[in-house]
């Protein structure tokens, strides 16, 4: 997801590989990512409930409320809200676009994390 970003700031990079490359915002991933996990058994216990309950809560803060000022206990991960904020308004499939150094995408077909059909998008 970051080698666009990171590359737009290192010019003397010679060419990029990536695997399982999302193009949806991290926190989106995140609650795909925990429901699929948590329904791996056919049921959703209390726990899983509940941690996926807290989850939603914190991508909806993240998308509404977020500020600098946010504190990490209302963010997914707890991961801080300069972080959060600086992927706020990047697209990493418009970045490609400005890159012009040779680029592999590799994908797998079974990926629960990077499905194909965030692949293909």
């Not at 609650?31 to 914190?58: A, C, I, P």
């Not at 977020?66 to 707890?78: A, M, N």
Request: glycine share 2%; charged share 20%; net charge negative.
């Amino acid at each position: 997801m970051l080698l666009p970003k990171i590359t737009l700031l290192n010019p003397q990079v010679k060419g990029l590989v990536f695997m399982a490359a999302n193009v949806s915002p991290l926190e989106d991933l995140f609650l795909k990512q925990y429901d699929y996990l948590f329904h791996l058994d056919g049921t959703l216990d209390e726990v899983e409930q509940k941690r996926l309950s807290q989850m939603k809560n914190q991508v909806r803060y993240l998308k509404d409320t977020l500020t600098i000022s946010s504190t990490s206990d209302k963010l997914p991960f707890q991961i801080p809200s300069s972080c959060w904020l600086s992927l706020k308004n990047y697209n990493p499939t418009e970045s490609v676009k400005k890159i012009s150094v040779p680029m592999l995408f590799l994908q797998g077909e079974q990926d629960y994390q990077v499905t194909l059909e965030e692949f293909n998008s």
